[in-house]
């Protein structure tokens, strides 16, 4: 998730558990080959297999409109060591769409076909390229045409955000919607969209016939939720982890962010999670509202204290 689920996040998220694979952030391509320092930055897991400390594999995302120039740089993704190269045809942010970039592609499939099928031309065989959507731009209409280019183009796997653009974040999911390309497509369809809950998980499945599901916001606001979700496969017991836990892992995260952030923008990304988390945690809650207006990083360091309780150190993830 741009502008929210950085490398530090993917490495917390993933050592917390349950999450089987990741993507960046989307890379933006316009009409030159980024430099490897770039793909670096957005991806520093290239250097380990593409994975996450904890094992996880991390899928590179692309955006953008030029198919020549998102194949020159899904081969360079490919060359630098991703696993998986996936393309954005989500994002409906006005700055992307007007660049002719994400979501505003989903009006045209040949594109979209053009797009895939440039970039899997260029990125080896065995390394799968794969492609994200939403049900349309306008209307929720056009999304088995959508499918079938991204489908034919040779993508490997399917990633639909069960809404329109214009539908924006607004819910609900339409995740039966997601069903019906489901049922038509020979690549696996993965339903994205609003699940913030086990239960959600299951009717997202029932409705939609997937067998995958992609979560953003709903591991923001609940970071073990990929590991509730499994104990709900398996029946196996497990006890969903509480605030004072989680406070842990959001305080390694701000402390990762240290070396990599300017100041003024730690507290931000502290803000931001714990705008998630407080939907879910009462602590969180709390904890928001005593530094919403601070930015100062001693402060923010101490207002972890009440809540962590010396349990940071027990939460590390593995190097
Ligand atoms: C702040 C923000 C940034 C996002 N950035 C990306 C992105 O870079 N790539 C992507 O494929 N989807 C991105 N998304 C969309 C999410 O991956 C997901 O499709 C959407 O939030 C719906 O799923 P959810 O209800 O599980 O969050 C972003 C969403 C938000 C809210």
Redesign the pocket.
């Known amino acids: 998730?741009?502008?929210?689920v950085d490398a530090p996040f993917r490495q917390i998220l993933t050592a917390i558990g349950g999450i089987d694979q990741c993507?960046t952030?989307?890379l933006r391509v316009t009409d030159q080959r980024l430099p490897h320092k770039v793909f670096r930055r957005l991806c520093p897991e290239l250097d380990s297999q593409s994975r996450t400390a904890a094992g996880t594999p991390v899928a590179l995302?692309l955006l953008g409109g030029k198919p020549e120039w998102m194949a020159v740089n899904g081969e360079r993704a490919a060359y630098l060591g991703a696993h998986e190269v996936d393309i954005?045809f989500?994002?409906p942010a006005k700055a992307v769409n007007n660049h002719d970039g994400g979501a505003c592609l989903l009006q045209t499939p040949q594109r979209i076909y053009d797009i895939v099928s440039a970039v899997r031309r260029e990125v080896p065989a065995h390394i799968p390229v794969t492609a994200?959507i939403r049900l349309g731009f306008g209307a929720r209409t056009g999304y088995l045409d959508i499918a079938r280019a991204v489908e034919d183009a040779g993508a490997a796997r399917l990633v639909v955000?069960a809404r329109s653009k214009v539908d924006g974040?607004k819910p609900p999911?339409y995740w039966h919607q997601v069903g019906e390309i489901e049922q038509r497509a020979s690549i696996p369809i993965v339903v994205?969209?609003?699940?913030f809950t086990v239960a959600d998980y299951h009717k997202a499945l029932s409705e939609s016939g997937c067998r995958d599901v992609?979560?953003?916001?709903?591991l923001l606001r609940c970071p073990d939720l990929a590991l509730q979700i499994k104990a709900s496969i398996t029946g196996e017991h497990y006890t969903p982890m509480d605030w004072p836990t989680v406070a842990g892992w959001v305080k390694l995260h701000f402390d990762m962010g240290k070396p990599l952030y300017p100041r003024k923008y730690l507290g931000n990304r502290l803000k931001q999670w714990l705008s998630h988390l407080r939907l879910n945690y009462a602590g969180a809650a709390l904890m928001f509202e005593q530094i919403k207006r601070v930015n100062d990083e001693a402060t923010l360091d101490a207002a972890f204290d009440p809540f962590t309780n010396g349990r940071v150190e027990h939460t590390q993830p593995a190097a």
Not at 214 to 218: D, K, L, Y
């Open positions: 998730m741009e502008g929210v993507v952030e989307f995302q954005n989500g994002c994200k955000h974040y999911a994205n969209g609003d699940i992609m979560i953003g916001r709903g």
